[in-house]
């Protein structure tokens, strides 16, 4: 089965625009989660234009699925924030600085011995770990070697080419997947996944624990509503 945990930066980028609690995080988060969600996924970023530091702390005393914060490890208050909250998985993204979004994974080759340490420093107090990676074998080859529980593959370019060519845009997912059963590696994946795209995706991948969803899901959630947002999602991963 392939879990669905719901990325909620969206939710909160509509809460800062006022200023206010509407819509209110954490409300979201446990809707999501009533509604069949398996995990909550949060992206803090340095300048918290959506979900604020102290966001996380205040989802983390209240969820009872899996919380998944994804960040740069490079940012010592982002560390700092994993630590405190000890959520279930904490998932290691390069972002530079005034990144729009997540544009890459992490180069596992050439920063090996420091993910290494980072791996080992979370994993120490009880976190799993998931390294975003591009889909090459040998970024999944070098993840294995720092000790990662799992890797994300980032699934843009399989989103951006899926109308034209899905079978080819998937190739070296499939070639990344297979290496990561062969070592061992849980598989998660996101980014621009959808409801056009998310079962084909799902399908093809061996091994896919799990998928998070943001931008796709919250922005269906305003024709569909979230309730039955979240159930189309799920039925997508596992029909
Ligand atoms: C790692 C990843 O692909 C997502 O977390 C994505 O980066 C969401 O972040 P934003 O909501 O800031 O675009
Ligand atoms: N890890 C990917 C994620 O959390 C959500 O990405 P997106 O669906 O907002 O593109």
Redesign the pocket.
């Known amino acids: 089965m392939t879990k669905l ?1 719901v ?1 909620i ?2 939710i909160a980028t509509l809460r800062n625009s006022r200023g206010g609690n509407n819509p209110d995080l954490v409300k979201v988060a446990l809707d999501c989660e009533k509604f069949g969600a398996q995990g909550i ?1 949060v ?1 803090p970023r340095p300048d918290e234009r959506h979900i604020r530091y102290q966001d996380v702390y205040d989802l983390k005393a209240v969820i009872t699925t899996e919380l ?1 914060i ?1 960040g740069n490890c490079t940012e010592d208050k982002f560390v700092d924030l994993v630590l405190a909250n000890k959520p279930a998985q904490v ?1 290691l ?1 390069p972002d530079a600085d005034g990144q729009i ?2 544009n890459h994974g992490w180069d596992t080759i050439k920063y090996r011995d420091y993910l290494t340490e980072m791996v080992a420093l979370f994993q120490k107090e009880g976190i799993r770990v998931s390294i ?1 990676v591009d889909p090459s074998v040998e970024m999944v080859e070098g993840a294995a070697q720092t000790g990662t529980d799992r890797i ?1 593959l980032y699934t ?1 370019a399989y989103a951006h080419n899926y109308f034209a060519d899905r079978e080819k845009s998937i190739v070296t997912y499939i070639a990344a997947a297979h290496h990561a059963n062969k070592l061992g590696l849980g598989i ?1 994946a ?5 409801l056009h795209n998310l079962h084909y995706f799902a399908q093809s991948i061996p091994g896919l624990l799990e998928v ?6 919250i922005s269906d959630a305003l024709y569909l509503g979230l309730e039955a947002t979240v159930q189309k999602y799920l039925q997508q991963l596992n029909p």
């Not at 996101?190 to 959808?194: E, I, S």
């Open positions: 945990s990325n930066n969206k996924t992206h998944n994804e998932t993204v979004t997540s975003f994300e843009e998660n996101g980014h621009d996944l959808d998070s969803i943001g931008h796709a899901l």
